[in-house]
């Protein structure tokens, strides 16, 4: 009997402060809220990663760039998704190895990660920026910041630079890897942080467990990609077997869950889907309660929620 009145309690406990976390802890309170984020500045509509890509996104009223950093030989910070050239410029060289002065420029024509059966014709820009840069240009608006490799200077740099243009609080940051976020965490408490790739885990298993609502959260932003546009052999020309499209629906059942992302709205972290390029993948992901999906093609985002207002007081 006393087993089952314990057991009895923590469940009470558990739903209670699932759904009513203020009790046990204090909401986070971002100064920006994302429903309309481009990836690389929409890497489908300009060339990556470039001030072209991130003054159309702009002029088209994105509320988020998503950018990717690396740091120069010359202890410069660059927006460039790849340290190794060779994909998006042609030449097998390092941006870490290289001075941001002899840089070179952008290929002419792209592949889209995420549409590779897409093939972008680049314009005139095809410049890799420094990120001061960006920053300069686009003072008030939230950029969301991937930091691509375990660098120390790197963190320090892309820190001190946040402080310098006073935009703690509407910058946000974060990588797969948990051994880079523990460091820029460190390095900056006070810049919001995505989970890592373990931590997504074991926010998943906490929720499955119950245990969730009892457990404080440092991260600030979930972003995870929707497993099941992996089965869109359009996006990923890969064939899978039996047992692992399963597997991906299972991923994708056990992760898409609407109770997840109200909680943790509830505590003021908000959910980011990427990267999704069709209505389709736009419906399922606002349907599930996130508060934002990250584009390719901001425009065709923005035509979404142009149609879909609801979506945008999640």
Wanted: with cysteine; net charge neutral; proline share 5%.
């Amino acid at each position: 009997m006393v087993f089952v009145a314990v057991i009895g309690g923590y469940i009470i406990t558990s739903l209670l402060l699932f759904r009513f976390p203020g009790l046990l802890h204090k909401k986070k309170t971002l100064k920006f809220r994302a429903h309309h984020i481009s990836h690389r500045g929409g890497a489908g509509e300009n060339l990556e990663n470039t001030m072209t890509a991130f003054r159309h996104a702009a002029r088209l009223g994105t509320q988020m760039l998503e950018i990717d950093c690396h740091i120069s030989r010359d202890g410069q910070v660059v927006v460039a998704h790849d340290n190794n050239l060779e994909r998006s410029c042609g030449q097998t060289i390092k941006i870490t190895e290289t001075d941001s002065c002899d840089l070179p420029k952008m290929k002419g024509r792209m592949k889209v990660d995420f549409e590779p059966n897409f093939i972008l014709e680049a314009g005139e820009d095809r410049s890799l920026p420094l990120l001061k840069h960006v920053f300069d240009e686009f003072p008030d608006l939230p950029i969301n910041i991937d930091i691509k490799i375990d660098n120390n200077e790197l963190i320090a740099k892309v820190s001190d630079l946040v402080k310098l243009y006073n935009r703690e609080e509407i910058t946000a940051w974060g990588n797969r890897s948990d051994t880079i976020c523990k460091k820029i965490y460190k390095e900056n408490p006070n810049i919001p942080l995505l989970f890592s790739m373990k931590r997504v885990v074991v926010l998943i298993l906490l929720f499955y467990s119950g245990l969730l609502p009892f457990v404080p959260l440092k991260e600030s932003l979930l972003e995870i990609i929707m497993p099941s546009i992996i089965l869109d052999e359009n996006k990923f020309p890969m064939s899978l077997s039996r047992k692992q499209r399963f597997l991906v629906k299972f991923i994708d059942m056990l992760l898409m869950r609407p109770a997840l992302f109200n909680h943790l709205n509830r505590r003021g972290i908000q959910t980011y889907i990427w990267v999704l390029n069709s209505e389709e993948d736009f419906e399922k992901a606002f349907k599930c309660n996130s508060t934002g999906v990250m584009t390719d093609f901001p425009t065709k985002l923005k035509a979404y929620l142009d149609e879909h207002p609801e979506f945008m007081s999640v």
